[in-house]
């Protein structure tokens, strides 16, 4: 088959059977099968040519998951709880250190919470890397799987994935187009209420685990990056992500893994078995890390929103999301008890629409260099 630039009514039939195979996944509060999961994750790693991970580790949160991933990653284990947290954060880090101390090898030594200070250079080291990507992968998997499939869709329709800032503005690249096509779809389709829901989970990791820098610690880095283009980049981001990054939510690689299958069969390609592979683990597990010896897996959690797993005491809080540890990502205030089985995490009304301004003319039409920026832009894979 090959691509048109208008999806057909049987493309269009694949994008919504793909989608409805991936709606409400995320959104389970069913106990993973950890004895499933755990041959799927081996199956996984062979698919991406490496050996099974040597230890394969459950935790009940990605907070959990989080600290265990650093643990085996950096030989180091938290022995301190969060101390910017609530206290019932704070009962369940609690929980978490207890459990790192039960898998911890024996060669693991106990360090404090946060890591220690830093000189001015090891900070400028550590960013660089990350800048100029040339920081060791946290995962074996994610990032691999992304480049493997880029690299076989370009072959096969002969042209890059994504316009490039220098393209010129004649240029035609079936591959940017059709992925542009196949995945947009998708991002409709697919509930994107899902994707706030994890960063939410991200965000509340950042908040108890981020040790901020003064502001001229923070200059003197982003002035050390010398070829940066546009917006400089956030250092307290980028080294929060080195120390504490490489977990593959249960929602981020969805609207990816869907739309590169969708795209391979449009294109006439046979199918991934890598993809198809780590599909398969992130329809059975919550959040997880895939590093070269270690596999850190977690549980789904006991309620989301306000489904509650079956003999889990609901909370008289409402939660957005909470996990059989204790840790809990916490809605917006609310001031109403939500009706059984309701979103509790629904916006309020839209405020009236304003009165309608004169209308201007249209400007002119981009010219010259503008005329290259103003071009559609096509969503980077696994970005």
């Known amino acids: 088959m090959t691509y048109a630039r208008d999806l057909s009514a049987d493309e269009e039939a694949l994008l919504e059977a793909e989608a409805a195979t991936w709606r409400g996944h995320v959104g389970s509060v069913e106990p993973c099968d950890r004895p499933a999961a755990e041959a799927l994750v081996v199956e996984a790693y062979t698919a991406m ?11 009940d949160s990605p ?44 060669d693991i030594q106990p ?68 992925w542009k096509a196949v995945h947009d779809r998708l991002d409709t389709l ?76 449009i294109a006439g390609m046979p199918p991934s078995p890598e993809l198809a592979a780590v599909a398969r683990v992130v329809r059975q597990v919550g959040w997880w890390w895939p590093m070269t010896d270690t596999a850190v897996l977690t549980d789904r959690p006991v309620q989301y929103r306000t489904t509650v797993r079956a003999g889990w005491p609901a909370s008289a809080d409402p939660r957005l999301l909470a996990y059989a ?12 008890d939500p009706e059984p089985g309701a979103d509790v995490g629904e916006p309020p009304p839209p405020a009236p629409e304003p009165e309608p301004r004169p209308v201007s003319p249209p400007p002119p039409a981009p010219r010259g260099w503008r005329r290259l920026f103003s071009r559609r832009s096509t969503p980077k894979p696994g970005g």
Request: overall charge negative; charged content about 30%; proline content about 7%.
């Open 63 to 106: 907070l959990g998951g989080v600290l265990a991933a650093r643990m085996f990653r950096e030989r180091r284990r938290p022995v301190r709880v969060v101390e910017r947290a609530d206290p019932a954060t704070r009962a369940a880090a609690e929980r978490i250190v207890a459990r790192l101390a039960e898998i911890a090898p024996q």
């Open 49 to 59: 040519g490496h050996p099974a991970p040597a230890r394969i580790v459950w935790m």
């Open 111 to 178: 360090v404090s919470w946060f890591r220690t200070v830093e000189d001015m250079d090891v900070l400028k080291a550590d960013m660089h890397a990350y800048f100029y990507r040339r920081q060791k992968r946290h995962e074996v998997i994610w990032h691999t799987l992304v480049d493997r499939l880029r690299s076989e869709f370009e072959s096969h329709l002969g042209s890059p994935i994504e316009y490039g800032m220098w393209s010129d503005v004649d240029d035609v690249y079936p591959a940017a187009d059709l």
């Open 325 to 336: 540890d204790g840790f809990q990502v916490r809605l917006r205030a609310s001031t109403t």
């Open 190 to 265: 697919i509930d994107g209420a899902e994707r706030d829901v994890h960063d939410r989970v991200g965000a509340e990791h950042f908040r108890l685990l981020h040790r901020s820098m003064p502001p001229g610690v923070q200059r003197e880095l982003v002035n050390s990056v010398f070829d940066s283009v546009g917006v400089p980049p956030d250092p307290e981001s980028m080294l929060y992500d080195k120390e504490y990054g490489g977990g593959i939510d249960p929602w981020r690689p969805v609207p990816f893994l869907a739309a590169f299958r969708c795209a391979y069969e």
